[in-house]
Every structure is written in structure tokens, then in C-alpha cells.
């Protein structure tokens, strides 16, 4: 029981200090890569977002009836 419970006081404090650092000082290359993959992820999302919201305009009569819409809540 007791070794138990000092792996869990062990596991505890690593995570208490930081156990990704001392990963990456190991191994500085899987932070840069660590980093590039998020970068990655957020650049697709962005681009998805702009393609569903941004990137078809509308034309100006569809705007003013929109923002006459808005504007007189009709």
C-alpha cells in the first residue's frame, strides 16, 4: 500500500512542476513540431470558418434588405 501511494506523490509533484518542459528538454524538436501541428490545426479552422461565413458576399440589394431587416426588426 505504501508504494502505491508514494507513486502517486511522485506522479503528483511531476505533474505539479511541469512534466511537459522536462519532455522538451529532452527533446526540443517535438516541441517545434508540437508547435506546428497546433499552428497547423488552428491555420485549417480559420480557412473553414472564412469558406462557410466570409467567402461568398452578398450582393448589394441582399445587403440593404438584410440591413433594413436588422435595423426595422421585420
Known amino acids: 500500500m505504501r508504494t502505491i501511494s508514494t507513486k502517486l506523490l511522485s506522479i503528483r509533484a511531476s505533474l505539479a ?23 497547423l490545426i488552428k491555420l485549417i479552422m480559420l480557412y473553414g470558418v472564412w469558406t462557410l ?18 435595423i426595422l426588426n421585420k
Do not use: Y
Not at 512542476?17 to 499552428?39: D, H, M, Q
Open 17 to 39: 512542476k511541469g512534466f511537459a518542459p522536462r519532455l522538451w528538454a529532452k527533446n526540443p524538436k517535438a516541441f517545434k513540431w508540437e508547435i506546428i501541428a497546433i499552428l
Open 53 to 70: 461565413f466570409f467567402a461568398h458576399p452578398l450582393s448589394k440589394s441582399e445587403r440593404l434588405e438584410n440591413l433594413s431587416r436588422v
